[in-house]
Nanobody, 122 residues
Framework: QLHLVESGGGLVQPGGSLRLSCSSS????????VGWFRQTPGNAREVVSC????????WYRDSVKGRFAISKDNAKNTVYLQINNLTAEDTGVYYC???????????????WGPGTQVTVSS
């Protein structure tokens, strides 16, 4: 498991956008499949999107398809999550984790970063 730190969250109006960043302070992300997760109020943490290190293929949960985009910049050792057309249902704490398995699974009992808060409100 890599030590990752999330940033880029904030307060945004419905329909707005944010770009979240996930950076590794030590180990390289070049060879790691990375996932973005979120915990919305009253709910368990859920996977949002993943990116494969070998071929750059991506996966999104249905509720964010067409609105969220995951990308990776190996030179900056950072994975991004562009989140667009936000709704109140997107409010929550967003986390990244690595490595995830082929099903974008990351064990809940493993270390997590602090997350970054996204609040969608008018």
């Amino acid at each position: 498991q890599l030590h990752l730190v999330e940033s880029g969250g904030g307060l945004v109006q419905p329909g707005g956008s944010l770009r979240l960043s996930c950076s590794s302070s030590g180990s390289t992300l070049d060879d790691s499949d990375v996932g973005w997760f979120r915990q919305t109020p009253g709910n368990a943490r859920e996977v949002v999107s993943c990116i494969d290190a070998s071929d750059g293929s991506t996966w999104y949960r249905d509720s964010v398809k067409g609105r969220f985009a995951i990308s990776k910049d190996n030179a900056k050792n950072t994975v991004y999550l562009q989140i667009n057309n936000l709704t109140a249902e997107d409010t929550g704490v967003y986390y990244c984790a690595a490595p995830v398995d082929a099903d974008c699974y990351y064990p809940e009992e493993e270390p997590w970063g602090p997350g970054t808060q996204v609040t969608v409100s008018s």
